[in-house]
């Protein structure tokens, strides 16, 4: 999924922004020094940013997803963690929590969260644009 002409100097978060816990999150990372080193991208109004980085919207929106610097992917926990290791405040729990032991249960209960939450708001009537 490297397309060169998609890939900046520093990583590209894709987040929810149509989600209210989704924003407040991000809101607060944005606040805080390192944030500049990440570039945000609001997938639910950056379809020009999405289709540039091979995702579509159902995707983007069911998962955190992160492009580091070199075109790579991070989705999920692993995005979490490019997002910590890049603000000083959470460089330690990242250092805590990233470990082979750990990695697998918070990628169960991430996976477990995101399932639950996207299909909480899409299933009466999704509201993510172009959703399933």
């Given amino acids: 999924m490297s397309d ?7 990583p590209t978060v894709f987040f929810d ?3 209210p816990l989704c924003t407040r999150e991000i809101r607060h990372y944005r606040r805080l020094p390192g944030a500049e080193t990440i570039r945000w ?17 159902q995707t983007a929106m069911r998962r ?8 790579d992917w991070q989705v999920g926990v692993e995005a979490f963690f490019l997002i910590w290791r890049r603000l ?9 929590l990233d470990n ?19 299909r909480r708001r899409c299933d009466q009537s999704c509201s993510v644009p172009g959703g399933d």
């Avoid at 060169?4 to 520093?10: L, M, N, Y």
């Avoid at 955190?64 to 075109?71: E, S, T, V, Y």
């Avoid at 000083?88 to 805590?96: D, E």
């Fill in 64 to 71: 955190l997803h992160a492009r580091n610097p070199d075109g």
């Fill in 17 to 19: 922004g149509s989600c």
């Fill in 88 to 96: 000083p405040r959470y460089r330690w729990l990242a250092r805590l």
């Fill in 100 to 118: 082979r032991l750990l990695r697998p249960p918070l990628g169960w209960a991430y996976n477990r969260f995101a399932d639950w939450r996207y």
């Fill in 41 to 57: 991208v609001d997938a639910s109004r950056d379809a020009e940013s999405l289709s540039a980085a091979g995702l579509s919207i």
């Fill in 4 to 10: 060169p002409s998609t890939v900046t100097s520093r």
